[in-house]
């Protein structure tokens, strides 16, 4: 064991608990599809019966969450993710046939989903249920066994959620562990057969520098600066309120949140003004219990050092409310910003807070423009009544995900995968793209005994010449 592992406390029963998943997928290599089905029904009934807990742990953990935005953001989403899949996993896990040319008849083809093994899964704080439970879900069902890290943000729920696991699944199906990034970082360097990490492009750079030792492929689901288009011909109300509840839902601290917005140039007052309205209609006071906290004190003094810096080289700050923010709470004022420039650090980082600036721009090609000239989005999304103008900018600009309209609603949608593009990420998961990113498509070519390969063996002569001549025809 290298030194470092070694100085690594709680590293030792990481091994342990991944040498007990691999020798039980040796012993199990094929769960039964009712087996999978049963894991996931157990795993629905214990989120849904925990519900109150979850959303107090998770609650604790943020200073506070609303539990509302707990009971549909993390509980319904998994529920949902859980119904699906029960209802599809037969016909995912069902072996494929495929076609065979004819040079190859009469042998047959069939693909098969085979589970991978062990799957590593690595969870950020922003949607502790979600984010485990997700993932865990698509690795089930593709028959996998599965250790889950947990971030060491989210002491409350990690405890809740490892007693839960630990009472209702066997730790050689599925194992969750807490610990700082040191047991973060050696979990990365398990020789897992797969591994998803969720959370900052940072990390997850290092991550997958870790994972290359072993060969481990990764899925990487990052961050990123999410744009909102709002184009000319939709109603600017409708469009700042749906982008604010996106903004505002967990207080901004949603990987798919809209991070800036684009806005025709004449309308930005008007859209300020509206959002204005968005916000206080949501939250006629800050300080209730609708409103989501910042997680940590840290992270409120980013956000605030990103007004700071933005106002400093020229930006106008409008606040979205009447209250100020309350750094002791850590409730955020949600903030819009006009007259930022590219140079600006809350234009360079991911937001992940209540903090919106606003963009100009003059024609949709500007706005596209600008969208290319960054990093590739986590999502992207558009506001258009004109079907033109939303497939322009979908064949124009590339993301993640989309939501045509509206904000963050794609992720929901469990038939759509889920995954970002270049510097957000990359693999997909949900729905029939998470069974397969977790299973072996195993190519089987059954021959026949009777068959023609027999005619292209040595000794080559006349016979093959003739043959070969009719199949490069
Ligand atoms: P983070 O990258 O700081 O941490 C994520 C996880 O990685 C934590 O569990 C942490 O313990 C672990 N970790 C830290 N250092 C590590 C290392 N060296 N090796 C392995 N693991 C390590 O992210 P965060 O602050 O928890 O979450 C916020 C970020 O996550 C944002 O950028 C957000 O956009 C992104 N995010 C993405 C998605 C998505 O689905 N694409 C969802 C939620 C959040």
């Not at 870790?210 to 109300?237: H, Q, R």
């Not at 509840?245 to 140039?265: E, F, H, I, R, S």
């Not at 509206?274 to 209730?288: C, E, Q, Y």
Request: aromatic share 8%; net charge positive.
């Amino acid at each position: 064991m290298p030194l470092a592992d070694a100085a690594v406390s709680g590293l030792a029963p990481l091994r342990a608990a991944f040498a007990r998943q691999d020798e039980a997928r040796l012993r199990d290599p094929y769960p039964t599809v009712a087996k999978r089905r049963a894991q996931l029904v157990r795993l629905a009934a214990v989120i849904k019966t925990a519900r109150p807990e979850i959303a107090n742990a998770i609650s604790a953990d943020f200073g506070h969450r609303a539990p509302q935005e707990t009971a549909l953001a993390e509980v319904f989403t998994s529920l949902e993710a859980i119904r699906y899949t029960v209802r599809h996993v037969g016909r995912w896990a069902k072996p494929e046939r495929r076609p065979v040319s004819i040079w190859h008849r009469p042998g047959h083809a069939r693909l098969r989903k085979q589970p991978l093994g062990v799957v590593g899964i690595v969870v950020p704080w922003n949607y502790p249920l979600y984010l485990a439970a997700g993932p865990l879900v698509s690795a089930l069902a593709a028959g996998n066994r599965v250790m889950i890290k947990m971030s060491e943000f989210t002491p409350h729920f990690n405890a809740l959620w490892e007693r839960l696991v630990a009472e209702n699944f066997p730790p050689d199906e599925i194992a969750v562990m807490d610990g700082g990034v040191e047991v973060a970082a050696a979990f990365s360097r398990l020789p897992f057969d797969y591994l998803l990490f969720t959370g900052s492009t940072r990390v997850g750079r290092e991550v997958m520098r870790a994972a290359a030792d072993n060969l481990t492929p990764v899925t990487l689901e990052l961050g990123g600066k999410s744009p909102a288009i709002v184009c000319d011909d939709f109603p600017l109300e409708l469009a700042a309120s749906r982008i604010l509840y996106g903004k505002c839902t967990n207080a901004g601290q949603t990987c798919v949140a809209p991070d800036y917005a684009l806005v025709p140039a004449a309308k930005v007052p008007a859209f300020v003004a509206a959002a204005r309205t968005a916000v206080t209609g949501f939250f006629p006071s800050l300080a209730s219990e609708d409103y989501t906290t910042i997680a940590t004190e840290r992270h409120f003094a980013r956000l605030a050092a990103l007004i700071d810096d933005a106002a400093k080289t020229g930006a106008t700050v409008h606040p979205l409310h009447a209250e100020a923010s309350d750094p002791v709470a850590r409730r955020f004022t949600p903030t819009a910003l006009t007259g930022v420039t590219p140079a600006m650090h809350i234009m360079q980082e991911e937001i992940f807070g209540p903090l919106l600036p606003i963009v100009p721009y003059d024609t949709l090609d500007e706005a596209v423009a600008f969208v290319n000239a960054r990093p590739r989005p986590l999502a992207l999304y558009a506001f258009s009544d004109d079907g033109a103008v939303i497939d322009r900018v979908l064949r124009t600009t590339s993301s993640g995900g989309v939501t045509v309209n509206d904000t963050m609603l794609h992720v929901a949608q469990d038939a759509l995968p889920f995954g970002g593009i270049g510097s957000s990420g990359m693999g997909l998961y949900h729905g029939r793209e998470g069974f397969d990113a977790f299973s072996k498509l195993r190519a089987v070519y059954y021959q026949r005994r009777f068959n023609g390969l027999s005619l292209l063996q040595p000794p080559y002569g006349k016979r093959f010449d003739r043959l070969i001549k009719l199949m490069l025809r």
